[in-house]
């Protein structure tokens, strides 16, 4: 919360400031998701560089269509386009910063990173196949704790949003029986559980309701002290979410910059990688080249000297190697 | 014409203004009616509207959509907040006109208007953080214990008591428009000639009877106007009852469970919808709303028209 409010409040400085004179505006529009950390560089940019940026978080699928629409200099989704969707409207994508999503538990007595799960087990949860805490299947997964008989309480989102795609990709990547049941999007016709709307109301009721289990961004589970488990990843380990284990992820993940790096970050092959991550991206219009390039020269200032404040926003900064892979990408495209 | 009768051109031009800002109502609402159906199409065209409206399937995954569950929400929770709201409203209007002593009037009258001038997203947060958690705790395993006991009325309280309900919801719904239909009644009430309620009192009647023979008669009128109000104030609420009714497209006879309304659908789902086909069918949400809000609020006014002649005669 406090987060929120301090870029609200950073954000207003920012816009009041844009109706002052006529110096570089530039306009972007959509996921509400990586809206604080782009605010945030938003206003050190403005300080370095006298050049503003108005991103209005408007969601995912209104920054696609505004950016289809050319009526800003850049959209952002959670949700990467496919190279079809990209050739249709003309458009560029690269991804800008990535969150990771973590599941969270609530039984009395069990701190963080106590629980271990596999994707068979969450899958297997979510789908209402496992309804007690004491099932074989977490037995086995956790042989040293002493699993209590009670009903699991599933949450999950009730609100379309990124984090549910992230988390429904990574269950549909894992497991067969929810891709055929379920699938993945940002939103989902979910077989078991309840809702709470947005990251807070799912930390909220996992944080009141016992024995329950729900899927937060990292930034929410520190936030509210809520005990997060392990996860076995594609390599076989078992590995606590960390900044670490997400850019190993990153970094294994298999970004493609001919798709325009489509991808969804889950079950990265890394060692160490967290196997539910996700990039959010920026989408470009390839026919307005003044705009993309002022876009892309925010981006680029960005990856050099936003780390920093991404990580204080508990955001994950992309690895070298994939900001080396998206610069080689703009200059492709002639934007760079 | 009586707007060109008129012949000062101050008076014609202040006509024209107000006639000018009143027709602009109507382009407006024709309007949004206009954008809506224009907005659906694709909707429309996929699944008709008879389909769209008793389908209970709601997947944007597979893109099939159906608008039964929302509209079975919208109304359950509404019906609900207004049996939870209607005698508290009136027992508030009466104690106001006629038990309170005159120094407490202003005060309460006071409060229930500043209960209107909440933002709903403050209902809505405070319901998540405060209210949800009591219900789950206290209210709803009471009530799970001893109406759940009793055969038939027991099924509406079946299922976990998570407070993420249309229990919740109702209730929260139902403070919200507490107020107009409480301020109205006042109002109305008030009007009752002083000279009627005296007489009344003067050949030995209690205050009850008063109240239920004299009052109530004489300003039923003004308090099936302030019901009206407030249930298309509590079709149309959204933010309050999005964070506690967990958005979840079932129809289900106990009232501690999820469930989801128009307006809980289109505040969750609208701003990610990343799908034509989705969009369009949240749009069709709206259309389904915006027409039913419109066929309640006739209904409503018919009788109240039909009250006002059998009262006027």
């Known amino acids: 919360m406090k987060r929120i409010i301090l870029l609200v409040v950073i954000s207003v400085v920012t816009f009041s400031f844009s109706l002052a004179g006529a110096e570089e505006i530039l306009n972007g529009a959509g996921a509400s998701f990586p809206y604080p950390v782009y605010s945030a560089w938003a206003y050190d940019y403005y300080k370095a560089t006298g050049a503003k940026l108005n991103y209005q978080s408007i969601g995912s699928g209104g920054g696609i269509r505004q950016i289809a629409n050319r009526t800003v200099d850049f959209g952002a989704s959670d949700a990467p386009l496919t190279p079809a969707q990209l050739n249709k409207d003309n458009l560029l994508q690269f991804p800008a910063v990535m969150g990771g999503v973590v599941l969270v538990v609530n039984m009395p007595g069990v701190k963080a990173g106590a629980v271990r799960l596999d994707s068979e087990a969450v899958c297997k949860v979510y789908l209402g196949n496992i309804k007690y805490w004491d099932d074989a299947k977490l037995k086995t997964l956790n042989p040293k704790m002493k699993l209590p008989h009670n009903e699991i309480t599933v949450v999950h989102r009730s609100d379309g949003s990124g984090t549910t795609a992230i988390f429904t990709n990574y269950l549909s990547g894992a497991c067969s029986d929810w891709k055929a049941r379920v699938g993945a999007g940002t939103s989902v016709k979910w077989p078991v559980g309840i809702g709470g709307k947005g990251n807070e109301g799912v930390s909220q009721y996992v944080k009141k309701a016992q024995y329950s289990i729900g899927y937060v961004e990292f930034a929410y589970a520190e936030q509210n002290k809520l005990a997060y488990t392990l996860l076995k990843n594609s390599a076989g380990n078992f590995v606590e979410p960390s900044f670490n284990a997400f850019e190993d992820a990153a970094a294994t993940g298999n970004f493609d910059p001919k798709k325009h790096f489509d991808h969804w970050l889950v079950n990265a092959p890394g060692k160490h990688a967290w196997p539910i991550a996700g990039a959010t991206f920026i989408l470009l219009a390839k026919d307005k080249k003044d705009s993309s390039v002022k876009s892309v020269r925010f981006f680029d200032w960005a990856f050099k000297n936003g780390d920093a404040k991404a990580k204080e926003l508990i955001y994950v900064p992309l690895p070298k190697s994939l900001k080396d892979k998206i610069r080689a990408y703009w200059k492709a495209n002639g934007i760079y | 014409m009586p707007i060109l009768q008129r012949k000062n051109p101050v008076d014609l031009s202040f006509s024209l203004i107000t006639a000018f800002a009143s027709f602009t ?289």
Do not use: C
Not at chain 2, 102 to 131: D, H, Q, R
Not at chain 2, 173 to 185: D, E, R, V
């Open chain 2, 25 to 313: 109502v109507v382009l407006l609402i024709s309007g949004i009616f206009v954008v809506l159906v224009r907005e659906s199409s694709l909707s429309i065209g996929k699944f008709g509207v008879l389909k769209f409206l008793t389908s209970t399937e709601w997947n944007p995954v597979t893109e099939s959509f159906g608008a039964a569950t929302a509209i079975y929400g919208t109304f359950i929770t509404t019906g609900i907040a207004l049996i939870i709201a209607i005698p508290a409203a009136i027992g508030i209007a009466v104690f106001i006109t006629e038990i309170s002593p005159n120094f407490l009037k202003a005060p309460i009258g006071v409060a229930i208007e500043l209960l209107a001038a909440i933002p709903s997203i403050i209902y809505g947060m405070w319901g998540l953080f405060t209210l949800a958690p009591i219900m789950s705790r206290y209210i709803e395993p009471a009530l799970k214990s001893s109406i759940g006991k009793v055969p038939l009325l027991g099924t509406l309280f079946q299922g976990t008591p998570m407070g993420i309900d249309i229990l919740t919801a109702s209730v929260i719904l139902s403070i919200m428009i507490i107020p107009f239909t409480a301020s109205i009644a006042r109002d109305a009430f008030n009007l009752t000639p002083a000279v009627v309620k005296e007489s009344a009192y003067s050949v030995g009647a209690t205050k009850w009877e008063v109240v239920k023979d004299v009052v109530l008669p004489y300003s039923k009128l003004g308090v099936f106007g302030g019901i009206a109000l407030s249930l298309g104030r509590a079709l149309g609420e959204t933010m309050a009852v999005a964070f506690v009714l967990g958005n979840n497209h079932q129809i289900t006879s106990s009232l501690l469970n999820a469930a989801a309304t128009i307006t809980v659908t289109l505040a969750n789902e609208f701003t990610e919808a990343d799908t034509d086909m989705y969009l369009s069918s949240l749009f069709y949400l709206a259309l389904v709303l915006f027409v039913l809000s419109f066929i309640v609020l006739a209904i409503a006014k018919y009788f109240l028209l039909r009250a006002e002649r059998k009262y006027s005669r």
